[in-house]
């Protein structure tokens, strides 16, 4: 009998999941993948990569990915639309999948965390405006998690990701401090050759890519607005001198160095998959909120922790509250500098992420277990089913 009703629970959740991707999806009209096809199209029509822009509702937005990025999304800028916006979709939903049965390796808590995750504002944004945050994150994660064990190949999918989309390069760094040298080679390695690529068939964008409009920020949106969860953005919304960006950038990367070390030294990649993903969200000039995708392997960490007695139960609780922080688009409701806890409100996803980059824990057992066997996984899971 409870197995039927953590069954049914379960498939009642999953409709009221894609009713509410399917209302969210209307508000969010999927603009930043009108972004990708309409800027690809004006490529390929010989008016420029970089001259496209979309109206928003306060200001136009361009393209800010490298010229490479552009021919990995082709298929999706020449295929109709509807048919551009599923697959999207279904990569990222699918990625997340993937990811999930990698650490719990059971049917019923994959899909309950997938549920579980699909409420959260990062995943459910990056589906909804047609980010390609999730494949990103799960080509890093494959690699990490999957090649990096069994094949000379094992970083070049991070170095494609890098090439799409700059912020996974730290990755690459992660390779090379956890001692992976050839790894971090092919990873470097294949990202200049994506550059390059992009060179040989784009060079008048490559040129003005690379040597101008990486450095405008402002071309990504107002780096003071909530939305932008990163510490350049709380320097701006709490209007501290320009020093303590670089700064605290600085303290971030060592702490992080110190802690990707020790996941290393293990190893322990799903610790260094999730620190460094909480790091590129701290330290990039501009995280969109969809952007913190990659805090959730963090997040599932701190739920299916190996730490025993009250660090256990301490580790649970972080994950319940940095859930509700990421459920509740809590940081739009300080948008305002005039409302009561704006200093904190409006920040209070990159307070969670320094304290996710200092609590993770890393499993100093040194067992290579991905995961929780299939029972513990049901263990872990039921209780929330059965409430």
């Not at 990811?99 to 390796?105: D, Y």
């Not at 739009?332 to 409100?345: K, M, S, T």
Request: hydrophobic share 55%; aromatic share 10%.
């Amino acid at each position: 009998m409870q197995r039927f009703q953590a069954w049914a629970a379960l498939i009642v959740s999953v409709v009221g999941a894609a009713a509410l991707l399917a209302m969210f999806a209307q508000w969010q009209g999927q603009f930043d993948l009108h972004v990708y096809r309409g800027a690809v199209r004006s490529w390929l029509h010989g008016d420029g990569l970089y001259t496209y822009r979309q109206q928003g509702m306060l200001r136009s937005f361009g393209f800010t990915y490298p010229p490479f990025a552009a021919l990995v999304l082709l298929p999706l800028a020449v295929l109709p639309w509807r048919v551009a916006e599923v697959l999207l979709a279904l990569a990222s939903l699918s990625g997340t999948l993937i990811l999930l049965w990698h650490r719990l390796r059971a049917l019923l808590p994959v899909l309950t965390g997938a549920v579980l995750v699909a409420a959260t504002e990062p995943w459910r944004d990056t589906i909804t405006v047609g980010q390609i945050n999730l494949v990103l994150l799960t080509l890093v994660g494959l690699d990490l998690l999957v090649v990096l064990k069994r094949h000379p190949a094992a970083g070049a999918l991070i170095g494609i990701a890098a090439g799409i989309k700059l912020t996974p390069a730290l990755f690459i760094l992660y390779l090379v401090l956890t001692r992976r040298y050839r790894a971090g080679l092919v990873a470097g390695g294949t990202a200049l050759l994506t550059a390059g690529l992009g060179w040989l068939l784009a060079p008048d964008e490559s040129w003005r890519y690379w040597t101008h409009l990486l450095w405008q920020t402002d071309r990504i949106g107002d780096v003071a607005i909530a939305g932008n969860q990163s510490l350049s953005g709380a320097v701006h919304r709490l209007d501290m001198p320009p020093w303590v960006w670089p700064a605290l950038v600085a303290v971030v990367l060592v702490v992080w160095a110190l802690r990707v070390r020790t996941a290393g030294a293990v190893p322990d990649d799903w610790a260094g998959l999730a620190l460094t993903g909480v790091a590129i969200c701290l330290i990039s000039p501009f995280t969109w909120v969809h952007h913190l995708v990659w805090q959730l392997p963090a997040l599932l960490i701190l739920l299916d922790s190996r730490a025993s007695g009250r660090r256990r139960h301490w580790f649970r609780l972080l994950a319940a509250v940095v859930y509700a922080v990421l459920v509740t688009s809590l940081e739009w409701r300080f948008e305002d500098p005039g409302a009561l806890g704006y200093q904190v409100g409006s920040n209070i996803q990159v307070i969670t992420g320094l304290i996710l980059l200092l609590t993770v824990p890393v499993n100093v057992t040194g067992s290579t277990v991905p995961g929780p066997s299939r029972s513990n996984a049901a263990a872990l899971m039921a209780p929330s089913l059965q409430r």
